[in-house]
């Protein structure tokens, strides 16, 4: 893999954005969603999705942070403040390229959202749902010392709920040290 590099997306990364969103989807949840939406309205409705939330958001209450190598885009975590403040910021989308999972990705873009929310909202923490059966997500969460406050079952599709969990980290250093620890303390 070519250097990584980070950087804030802006509205002309929308398409790309999209089209990572639709990839992992398709391939970290093909047995947890239904065949006919990965293979169909999912494409659409993530265009629609990310090209509405850079023209409508507020830009300083979102963070959405890209990792590129050799020029393509290969992971984004997405932060928002405002979605449910009730348990501090929350992350509502982190994707790796499925082909580059397990390169520590995943772990400095987690890590980036939270130095940023660390200076944005310095006593905020951080919380994810994530479905019960992405066992991966989960032991990456688990690994990276998140708490688990809630199991519910949530219609992410008209008339179709799937358990998930309610993943919260209340301390932003502690998370940080965790995501550092196996790399000798650098990322
Ligand atoms: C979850 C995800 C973002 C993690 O990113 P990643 O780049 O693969 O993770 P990293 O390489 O940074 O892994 C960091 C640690 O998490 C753990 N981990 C990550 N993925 C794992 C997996 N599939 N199985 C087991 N452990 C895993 C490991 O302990 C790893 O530590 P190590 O490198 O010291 O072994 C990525 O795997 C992904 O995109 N998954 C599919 C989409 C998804 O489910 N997103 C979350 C939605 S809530």
Redesign the pocket.
């Known amino acids: 893999m070519d250097t990584l590099l980070f950087r804030h997306a802006t509205d002309v990364d929308a398409e790309k954005v999209a089209a990572l969103h639709t990839e992992?989807?398709r391939?970290?949840?093909r047995t947890i969603m239904p065949d006919w939406y990965l293979d169909g309205p999912i494409a659409k409705e993530r265009v629609n999705l990310w090209q509405s939330r850079f023209s409508t958001s507020d830009p300083d209450r979102q963070h959405i942070l890209l990792a590129e190598s050799g020029g393509k885009l290969v992971?984004f975590i997405c932060v928002l403040l405002d979605e449910e403040p009730q348990c501090g910021a929350y992350?509502d989308?982190?994707?790796?390229?499925?082909g580059?999972?397990?390169?520590?990705?995943?772990?400095?873009?987690?890590a980036g959202a939270a130095q940023w929310v660390m200076s944005t909202e310095p006593m905020w923490p951080i919380h994810?749902?994530?479905?019960e059966a992405?066992?991966?997500?989960r032991?990456?969460y688990d690994?990276?010392g998140g708490e688990i406050i809630e199991y519910k079952s949530k219609e992410v599709l008209k008339g179709i709920e799937i358990p998930s969990v309610l993943y919260i980290w209340k301390d932003l250093r502690q998370l940080l040290f965790n995501l550092t620890r196996?790399?000798g303390g650098s990322l």
């Open positions: 992992s989807w391939d970290a949840y992971g992350i989308n982190l994707h790796v390229l499925p580059l999972r397990g390169n520590g990705i995943g772990r400095r873009l987690f994810l749902w994530v479905f992405n066992i991966g997500a032991r990456f690994a990276s196996r790399s």
